[in-house]
């Protein structure tokens, strides 16, 4: 059964930024829009697996370190050119804190 | 709000890519409508030669098919000539009595061939050379007929001509001149073009005057001024093309030659009204080749967005004849006066012309025949006004020749077999780039970097990409702009943007953006990267670094593995160690279980496979031994390499490692554009490859060489001597003075070697050897910047700072 968690106060996410989340069974990154907009995203890249909570954040998208692909943080796809996909999750904020949907 | 309506009369390519460039900016700002007078979708009309020539077919050179029109909301007249602009009612009216409304208007009605005025030129056989139309006439004669006239030996006469001969025709070229092509050729070019094209059988009649197309319905023959008479069953006008104003200036836009229009490319009479390519004058000038259009085209998309930033300032052409099997280049005042020098290279023998003009060391212009892979540098150094003078008496022989550093690169593309790799980091190869360029219709680098990937990572192949769009498109190829702008979040170039932040004070990224009106709220890894280090190099005291704008090696101050660990180089200052210093880094080692270590280039030692939460514990028992960060991850100061020098080596000129320790305790943490590495070798024997880093240094009895500009990377760069000094303190101070002076200077990611060949080793001597008080003042700037830099990341981290990056969120499900 899926659940809200608290996961993690927002301001301890940075501006722009990530935070690694792990369960038991996979890395999750969470990440923090400038507008405080959060979104989460599984920790791989559709490409090879990269660590997309180490990548550079814009709007709602993010660039993955390793190749530079471009995953839209909203729907978990790859931008055009590039193709693929890599699971989103539902995540929410309250009272200064961020929740996610396991 | 109610969208407005946009109207563009002809669906050529400028006006289409004007709509492409504006979907691209403001997809749904407009209800656009498109009248074109051809029965087609947009068709690329440079390619009309090739057609003829049926090298190509017709739906190899659509652009836009019709469904692009519908995907994209836009209703398309085809087949409707406009009749009328009624500027009081914003209205259009096409011939078939179609009315469309306009809140703005773009007239891009291109230009009709010009027909001499002669008797007998409305005779059946008689065309010129513009469209689908008039290929299909030719295509058609050809099948009946054998004799061909060619009256104008131009650019365009000779390509319809060499289709024509293709066709099986026997064409003869009228010009009125006494050589080819006079408006992009000097006479040895063209005699040497005419010469070729008389082996493949076409004939020449020059100077010749026509008088009168002889025949009665259909054309039989050409009568000239002297008299004489040829045979010809078709006859095609070739003499240049005129602006076609017809339209506008009915509408009483104020026309000269061409409509005429400011530098937001909109009419000056009527500023709803924009008018685009080839039908426009714009400061004085009609172009008639497809780069400026398509420049004009990105302007006037600009301000049709609303954006408003962009203004076309004119445009240098270039141009290669598209005649397959002759090579041939031509740009800019290929003729020259008498300021102005010449640098010729001619072997008739194998065919090979090439001629520059050089004033006061700039190249104003170009010809090339039989081998013309050098154009495109040729063509970029001219618009960059580059200073050749360092290698000018190698200039000839081409950028190949010269040792190029990775950018611009320029290879025999046209001779690649397909399977020919071009871009080594994405294992893409020339068949694959050259097929997504024809299916999927590209026209820009940008464009082909999506699709293919060839040129995405380190670039190094960015100018055969270039090349290769260039042979396959044609030489009129969506060029790069002579002004890159920094990033797609902009119109603004590097330069501008520096230059900006000093003279406004501008001290934060938002106060960049806002001040150059960034079309995204947070910028692009591209851009605030770049803005992040431009403000830092700017405010060293000031400036609050940005750790969401940095690579991840940098904010995680370790290289990222393909895996997601992280590798660690201590640094050991001029490559010097103790054994007290190997054994810790081996307890550290042991420790933390280090999978794999290995020796760097730069002479440290790289431990891998250390998970991301490790690092500051790692980094803690590092620093208790002594050690800094090695910034091994950063474009920065990395490394002095240096071999062991006069201490004990029965070469050694000078005490090379001592000098090297000095180096690095000056520059080491520093940020720079790109990666940076020293080297000092202690004598010309040059053991620690000093000759291939961004500094290098060479000891001699006397002194030190200094040595700059070298890349042992992508593509391998020679060093130039900047000079030569005598003691060590000078050597520090030199060092200091061009750091700070590429930290200045250089655009983001732009490694000492291409630098220093787009600015010019003379600009770089100008101020760092030249002039004592501005080296003066740079190396204390650089001290300056140096006193935040040397606070050692490492440490600051194994104390706490950043702790979140480091810290992952564990959750018990």
Redesign the interface.
């Given at each position: 059964m899926s659940q809200w968690?608290e996961?993690?106060e927002l301001d301890?996410?940075?501006?722009?930024?990530s935070?690694?989340?792990?369960?038991?069974?996979q890395?999750i990154a969470?990440f923090r829009g400038?507008d405080d907009q959060v979104y989460a995203i599984r920790d791989a890249c559709p490409h090879?697996g990269?660590?997309l909570s180490?990548?550079?954040?814009?709007?709602t998208t993010v660039?993955c370190?390793?190749?530079?692909w471009k995953i839209d943080l909203t729907s978990g796809h790859a931008l055009?050119?590039d193709e693929g996909c890599s699971n989103v999750f539902a995540v929410k904020v309250e009272g200064g804190k961020v929740y996610l949907q396991? | 709000m109610l969208k407005e309506n946009l109207v563009l009369i002809g669906n050529g390519m400028a006006g289409v890519r004007t709509l492409e460039e504006l979907l691209k900016l403001a997809p749904d700002q407009y209800n656009i409508t498109v009248f074109g007078e051809e029965p087609y979708g947009n068709y690329n009309r440079i390619m009309l030669s090739p057609v003829l020539a049926s090298e190509k077919t017709i739906e190899q050179i659509m652009l836009n098919d019709e469904s692009w029109y519908t995907d994209n909301g836009i209703t398309l007249h085809k087949g409707k000539k406009v009749e009328e602009i009624n500027r009081a009612r914003r209205e259009v009216i096409a011939s078939d009595g179609t009315v469309a409304h306009y809140d703005r208007l773009i007239i891009a009605t291109g230009s009709v061939p010009f027909m001499l005025p002669i008797p007998g030129v409305d005779k059946a056989g008689v065309i010129g050379f513009r469209d689908i139309k008039d290929v299909d006439t030719m295509l058609e004669a050809s099948s009946k007929y054998k004799h061909a006239v060619v009256i104008g030996g131009g650019l365009l006469g000779l390509e319809a001509a060499n289709g024509l001969m293709k066709q099986g025709m026997q064409v003869s070229v009228v010009h009125l001149l006494d050589t080819l092509m006079e408006r992009q050729l000097d006479k040895p070019a063209a005699q040497m073009l005419q010469k070729s094209l008389e082996a493949r059988g076409m004939k020449f009649l020059m100077q010749a005057s026509t008088a009168e197309l002889l025949g009665d319905g259909r054309v039989t023959g050409v009568r000239f001024k002297d008299g004489s008479v040829v045979e010809a069953d078709l006859v095609v006008m070739a003499v240049g093309i005129k602006p076609n104003i017809a339209l506008g200036k009915a509408a009483g836009l104020y026309c000269e030659r061409g409509i005429v229009v400011n530098d937001t490319m909109q009419t000056i009479t009527d500023p709803k009204i924009y008018a685009i390519g080839e039908c426009v004058q714009h400061r004085g000038t009609a172009y008639g080749l497809v780069a400026p259009l398509f420049e004009q085209a990105k302007v006037a998309a600009n301000h049709l967005a609303k954006y408003g930033i962009a203004r076309y300032q004119g445009t240098v052409t270039s141009t290669k004849l598209k005649v397959t099997g002759i090579e041939l280049f031509s740009a800019g005042d290929f003729i020259g006066n008498d300021k102005t020098e010449d640098i010729v290279f001619k072997d008739a023998a194998s065919g090979t012309y090439k001629k520059i003009v050089l004033e006061g060391n700039q190249i104003k212009g170009a010809v090339l025949y039989g081998d013309t892979v050098d154009g495109s540098w040729y063509f970029q150094m001219m618009k960059d006004g580059t200073d050749v003078s360092a290698f000018r008496d190698s200039l000839l022989f081409g950028q190949h020749h010269l040792g190029d550093s990775g950018h611009n690169p320029e290879t025999r593309v046209a001779s690649l077999p397909d399977s020919a790799e071009i871009c080594g980091c994405n294992g893409v190869c020339k068949g694959d780039i050259v097929k997504a360029i024809t299916e999927k219709k590209l026209f820009t680098l940008d464009e082909v970097r999506a699709h293919t990937k060839a040129s995405a990572s380190c670039g190094s192949c960015t100018g055969l990409v270039e090349s290769l769009l260039a042979h396959t498109v044609g030489g009129d190829y969506s060029a790069t702009p002579k002004t890159k702008p920094l990033c797609k979040c902009t119109e603004h170039t590097h330069d501008d943007i520096r230059a900006g932040i000093l003279q406004h004070s501008l001290k934060t990224m938002p106060a960049v953006r806002e001040f150059f009106d960034w079309k995204t709220p947070d910028g692009c890894p591209a851009c605030r990267n770049a803005l992040n280090y431009y403000l830092l190099c700017a405010y060293p005291t000031e400036y609050q670094d940005d750790p969401q704008s940095r690579y991840i090696n940098e904010r995680a101050h370790g290289n990222i593995q393909k895996d997601g660990t992280y590798s660690v180089v201590p640094r050991m200052f001029g490559g010097m160690c103790t054994s007290d210093q190997l054994r810790a880094i081996a307890d550290v080692a042991d420790k933390y279980q280090v999978p794999t270590m290995k020796v760097t280039g730069g002479q440290r030692i790289d431990m891998f496979g250390i998970q991301k939460e490790q690092l500051p514990a790692m980094w803690k028992d590092l620093s208790t031994a002594g050690f800094v960060s090695g910034h091994a991850y950063g474009k920065a100061m990395r490394t002095v390499k240096t071999c062991v020098g006069s201490e004990w080596c029965r070469f050694g000129t000078q005490d090379s490692t001592g000098l090297g320790v000095k180096l690095e305790e000056l520059t080491w943490g520093s940020w720079m554009p790109h990666k940076f590495k020293l080297a000092v070798s202690g004598c010309p024997r040059n053991c620690a490859e000093a000759t291939i880093k961004d500094i290098g240094v060479v000891c001699v009895d006397s002194g030190y060489e200094l040595h700059i500009g070298g890349n042992g990377g992508i593509k391998v760069r020679v060093t130039d001597l900047l000079c030569k000094v005598a003691t060590e303190a000078e050597v520090l101070e030199y060092t200091g003075a061009f750091c700070q002076f590429y930290r200045e200077d250089a655009h983001y990611l732009e490694r000492t070697a291409p630098w220093v060949e787009r600015v010019g080793l003379a600009k770089i001597k100008a101020a760092v050897v030249d002039d004592a008080a501005q080296r003066q003042a740079l190396h204390a700037r650089f001290l300056i910047s140096q006193q935040p830099a040397q606070i050692d990341p490492w440490k600051a981290r194994a104390n706490g700072a950043e702790a979140l990056e480091f810290t992952p969120i564990t959750l018990a499900q």
């Open positions: 968690i996961v993690v301890k996410i940075p501006v722009l930024g935070r690694l989340v792990k369960t038991r069974e890395n969470v400038s090879k990269g660590p180490q990548g550079i954040m814009h709007g660039t370190p390793l190749h530079n055009a050119p396991l | -």
